[in-house]
T-cell receptor
Framework: LAKTTQPISMDSYEGQEVNITCSHN???????ITWYQQFPSQGPRFIIQ???TKVTNEVASLFIPADRKSSTLSLPRVSLSDTAVYYC????????????FGTGTRLQVFP | ETGVTQSPTHLIKTRGQQVTLRCSSQ?????VSWYQQALGQGPQFIFQ???????GRGNFPPRFSGLQFPNYSSELNVNALELDDSALYLC???????????FGQGTRLTVV
């Protein structure tokens, strides 16, 4: 399974756009890129998943360049409630029998 | 709310004791996965149950064991507790081993 590298932490202010980049140099042909969000003392929550180019949903956008060796989670106009840890995972589409979480990126949003 | 419920929410045990954690899966889900999350770390996969059979296991010793019942709820048992077992234990249910997982809020276990 491909290893991922993310920044340990990021700070932002309310209303700003936040971009969190994940590096996954050894991504395999069949691998998808999935992002989860986790609030303190809660389980992770699926945010978005993609294979290539761009995916957008009501919460976020995911940008994946042609070589797929990295990806960027974009959160538009963050609010205080977006303060959380964000995990980038690489593997089969859902892969629930072997979700491999790294240490994630701790996003702190300030007023 | 994901519909996945775990009990208890918090638990304190003494080193050497045994503990059982419980998880009720979301309606219609037949697969339950368990994760251990130490403070400041990402969740680590323990094992998965699919239709009452173990369907994959992570790098955890045999004193971590599990069970899935006919209604697809599940238990995680840990014997001979060690201080390093202190963690948030998460349960995730899905409609199959390769379907989106929905996590519960976890059980915070403290071993003293």
């Amino acid at each position: 399974l491909a290893k991922t590298t993310q920044p340990i932490s990021m700070d932002s202010y309310e209303g700003q756009e936040v971009n969190i980049t994940c590096s996954h140099n050894n991504i395999a042909t069949n691998d998808y890129i999935t992002w989860y969000q986790q609030f303190p003392s809660q389980g992770p929550r699926f945010i978005i998943q993609g294979y290539k180019t761009k995916v957008t949903n009501e919460v976020a956008s995911l940008f994946i360049p042609a070589d797929r060796k990295s990806s960027t989670l974009s959160l538009p106009r963050v609010s205080l409630s977006d303060t959380a840890v964000y995990y980038c995972l690489v593997g089969e589409a859902y892969n629930t029998d072997k979700l491999i979480f790294g240490t994630g990126t701790r996003l702190q949003v300030f007023p | 709310e994901t519909g996945v419920t775990q009990s208890p929410t918090h638990l304190i045990k003494t080193r050497g004791q045994q503990v059982t954690l419980r998880c009720s899966s979301q309606s219609g889900h037949n697969t339950v996965s368990w994760y251990q999350q130490a403070l400041g770390q990402g969740p680590q996969f323990i094992f998965q149950y699919y239709r009452e059979e173990e369907n994959g296991r992570g790098n955890f010793p045999p004193r971590f064991s599990g069970l899935q019942f006919p209604n697809y709820s599940s238990e995680l048992n840990v014997n001979a507790l060690e201080l390093d077992d202190s963690a948030l234990y998460l349960c995730a249910s899905s409609s199959g081993p390769q379907a989106e997982a929905f996590f519960g809020q976890g059980t915070r276990l403290t071993v003293v």
